[in-house]
């Protein structure tokens, strides 16, 4: 990147960090948590650099520039950054959400059930907050659970062995802190309003229904997925689609660029549909990675008779165990992260996990195969959606570039593997100097 974009990252990472800090203080109840995310968000502190890159702030601060970069005239980027970090700071308390639905579609255990009940509270809470239009938080809708589940924020994450380091190191200065560890609703009443603060932020039509439908919608398809993996295929991309908060996300930063020029009358159904389109784009992506998606069906089909010959030779029995030692980790990996944290997954889910490996390597060739089949559609009729969008005026044209690079960088983003700098938002190491 150059070093106007390079400077462009650090004010939006910057603007995001004072965001976040001011969240703390004026979002999120006082409690251990609280005390420990304004250490860990210090300024000038090792654990702060640490905290944004495992928190997915670093990855956040780039993709706004790349979203944003030549739509935003140079002058006017001072007005945009703030409205730009109040998202990032509601996607980063998403990290906290995301993490409480890992393990949730593996078999009910009595403790993965408890913390499906508990998620399934916060997302009907923060439903209800967004059909409110108080700019005053609800305590009494903010009430914790009279049963609070014992849930390590540690083991509930994709990076715990750095979140453990991070707490030894805290406790070891602040030793009559206790209980940061199992803290969780305060962070999830933080996540909540910083939603509902998304959402009151963007007024103008049609983007504040397009905002607020989506962030609606994400929460209850989570719900939808709590109660019952019984799905049809088409009913699994509409979850799917729905609780990828693209809609929202895109929404909102159509809405920045619409301040930024004349008005001008718009379609709105022609940017839901694109925004819906991209929606479809980025989950299949984030599930299965962009290398099984666009390979041709005979590679794919050699990729599939690789895992079997691997099962013959090896005797491994267990689908995680073949993908992980698998020939080609990287075309495997958004199928073996979900599968490793037990999180909901559009192919994997159509796999009958009870069946020989053998049955489930068929299986998911047939899934992968139109899964790859929906992408190839919907990625030209994206093209087309954007290209009419591109026609119809200048703001119209300029969200259809938002857009399309929104889903590049998501497929970017999903060549990688998913334990590396680049191939996650929220993951360990520094990728400053970079979606699940």
């Not at 719900?223 to 009913?235: K, M």
């Not at 929906?374 to 969008?389: D, K, N, V």
Request: charge should be negative; glycine fraction near 4%; include cysteine.
């Amino acid at each position: 990147m150059d070093q106007r974009h390079y400077t462009h990252v650090q004010h939006v990472r910057a603007a995001t960090h004072a965001d976040l800090r001011a969240s703390v203080d004026t979002l999120m109840p006082a409690s251990p948590a609280a005390t420990f995310w304004r250490w860990a968000l210090e300024p000038g502190t090792a654990q702060c650099e640490d905290w944004l890159q495992l928190m997915g702030v670093n990855q956040l601060a780039i993709l706004t520039i790349g979203l944003l970069d030549g739509l935003i005239p140079e002058e006017q980027w001072a007005a945009v950054i703030p409205h730009a970090a109040r998202l990032n700071t509601y996607l980063t308390y998403e990290v906290v959400s995301d993490n409480l639905a890992i393990g949730c579609a593996a078999p009910r255990l009595p403790a993965i059930d408890s913390r499906c009940t508990l998620l399934a509270t916060f997302n009907t809470a923060v439903i209800a907050r967004l059909t409110d239009t108080s700019h005053v938080r609800s305590d009494a809708l903010w009430l914790a659970p009279s049963v609070m589940p014992r849930i390590s924020l540690v083991d509930q994450s994709l990076t715990a062995a750095h979140l453990r380091a991070m707490l030894a190191t805290f406790q070891r200065d602040h030793p009559k802190v206790i209980g940061v560890e199992h803290d969780l609703w305060p962070l999830l009443i933080a996540n909540g309003e910083t939603a509902h603060r998304v959402a009151i932020a963007v007024q103008t039509d049609p983007f504040h229904d397009l905002v607020v439908s989506g962030l609606i919608a994400r929460y209850a398809g989570v719900n939808r997925l709590l109660e019952s993996r019984d799905v049809t295929w088409d009913e699994r991309l509409i979850t799917g689609r729905d609780t990828i908060l693209v809609q929202p996300v895109l929404a909102y930063y159509a809405a920045l660029l619409q301040t930024t020029m004349a008005p001008e009358p718009l379609e709105a159904h022609a940017i839901a549909s694109a925004l819906q389109q991209a929606a479809v784009l980025v989950r299949l992506l984030n599930d299965i990675g962009t290398p099984l998606l666009e390979m041709s069906d005979r590679d794919r089909a050699h990729q599939i008779q690789q895992l079997r010959c691997q099962a013959y030779q090896t005797h491994v029995t267990v689908l995680q165990d073949l993908l992980r030692d698998a020939v080609e980790p990287a075309v495997w990996t958004r199928l073996l992260k979900d599968l490793q944290y037990g999180e909901w997954n559009f192919a994997i889910d159509a796999v009958p996990a009870s069946t020989p490996v053998a049955a489930q390597l068929d299986s998911l060739e047939q899934h992968l195969s139109q899964a790859a089949r929906i992408y190839a559609i919907t990625q030209e009729t994206f093209g087309s959606s954007t290209t009419c969008l591109k026609h119809s005026g200048a703001l119209a044209g300029q969200i259809a570039t938002l857009t399309e690079r929104f889903v590049q960088f998501h497929r970017a983003l999903y060549q990688q593997l998913f334990t590396s700098t680049t191939g996650e938002y929220a993951s360990a190491g520094s990728v400053l100097g970079v979606g699940g």
